[in-house]
């Protein structure tokens, strides 16, 4: 199905939360990084709450379990039911269940969230090889898994056992910074075996079909910090979305998105949720306009004029260079432009 090229972030007159029935949000770099509350996450989202805007949690990170995730959001002080939490470990027991036996047995390379999604859907999680496994998933297990898991995983994937896994995401942020992700370890199994699992996790198919089944959403927006997972699933869903810039992607990344990548909406954080968004004006041909800000591109690089709030700069340069990238990534210089916002 063909789709119109994103040129521009969209405006909105009205508050996010208002336009929008739920919010599809990921976890780390959105809502905490590290185990702590990013700055204003946990006031805006209470307030979006209160005026009637439902709450998703939508994570990659199949390390938890749902009860624990939920728990540590009612800690930061955002109270949240374990209903509220939809993560790549459901999407994949659900993927699994689809293709073996009720009852049949999966090998786990991860952590307690893989094995309590599997038992929710009536699959028995086992440790090796040797128990003659009908799957193998593979989902994040945290700095501490043993190098000898990827070997279990690595003798039955050669055996021709089906091969899952609840994401690729090669890193994952934390309070130091970024870490390896689910996707590096994904990467251990496939190098040895030569094999391709089946994903569930964003941005593909899968991971959305679990969202919606779950929260029943009719007018979602996904609001995420990842261009790669959060951003291209809500593309390949087909609804809107927003990026807040507290996670991994920055501003240049950002002003070279290929479209699967370009977000409906652009904010500094998750009180982006709360206002309207600016609406980006102009042409290639008269500049793109926001705030105080014009955006053109040149020959070799963004340029940027004028003067206003760093936020609107940016909106006005993803509007000349994802017009000036077209159905491709834009690959001029935006490092002059960047640094007069500060970005």
Same mark, same amino acid.
């Given at each position: ?241 927003? %990026?807040? $810039? *507290? @996670? ?6 950002? +002003?070279? &998105? ?5 977000? /409906? ?36 690089? %963004?340029? $940027? *004029? @004028? ?6 700069? +940016?909106? &006005? ?5 994802? /017009? ?20």
């Amino acid at each position: 199905m063909s789709r119109s090229v994103r040129t521009r972030p969209e405006g909105s007159g009205r508050g996010l939360s208002e336009a929008y029935d739920t919010a599809l949000l990921d976890l780390d770099g959105v809502v905490y990084a590290g185990g702590n509350a990013i700055a204003h996450a946990v006031d805006s989202l209470a307030t979006a709450r209160d005026g009637g805007m439902r709450l998703a949690y939508v994570t990659n990170n199949a390390l938890r379990t749902p009860d624990t995730v939920a728990a540590h959001l009612t800690e930061l002080g955002i109270a949240t039911d374990a209903g509220d939490v939809i993560t790549s470990a459901q999407a994949v027991a659900r993927l699994i269940a689809e293709q073996v036996p009720s009852g049949a047995r999966v090998l786990v390379i991860g952590g307690e969230g893989l094995r309590v999604a599997l038992r929710e859907r009536g699959l028995e999680p086992v440790e090796s090889a040797e128990d003659d496994p009908a799957a193998v998933v593979q989902g994040f297990g945290g700095p501490d898994l043993p190098w000898g898991r990827f070997a279990e995983a690595c003798y039955a994937v050669a055996r021709g056992v089906p091969w899952f896994a609840s994401n690729t995401d090669l890193t994952i942020p934390g309070a130091r910074g970024i870490a390896p992700g689910n996707g590096a370890a994904v990467e251990v199994v496939r190098i040895a075996t030569g094999a391709e699992p089946q994903v569930a996790g964003k941005p593909l198919p899968p991971m959305h079909r679990e969202t919606i089944l779950r929260t029943g959403a009719q007018r979602p927006l996904v609001v995420g910090d990842r261009l790669d997972t959060d951003i291209e699933g809500a593309f390949n869903g087909e609804v809107d979305s927003l %990026l807040v $810039l *507290t @996670g991994v992607t920055d501003g240049a990344t950002l +002003l070279a &998105a290929p479209p699967q990548h370009r977000p /409906t909406y652009v904010d500094a954080d998750l009180r982006g949720l709360l206002t309207g968004q600016p609406e980006v004006t102009g042409d290639a041909d008269g500049g793109f306009r926001c705030g105080g800000w014009t955006a053109s591109a040149g020959a070799e690089r %963004l340029e $940027l *004029t @004028g003067d206003g709030g760093a936020l609107d700069g +940016l909106r &006005a340069l993803c509007a000349a260079a994802w /017009t000036a990238g077209g159905e491709q990534g834009c690959g001029l210089d935006s490092g002059k432009a960047l640094a007069r916002l500060g970005l």
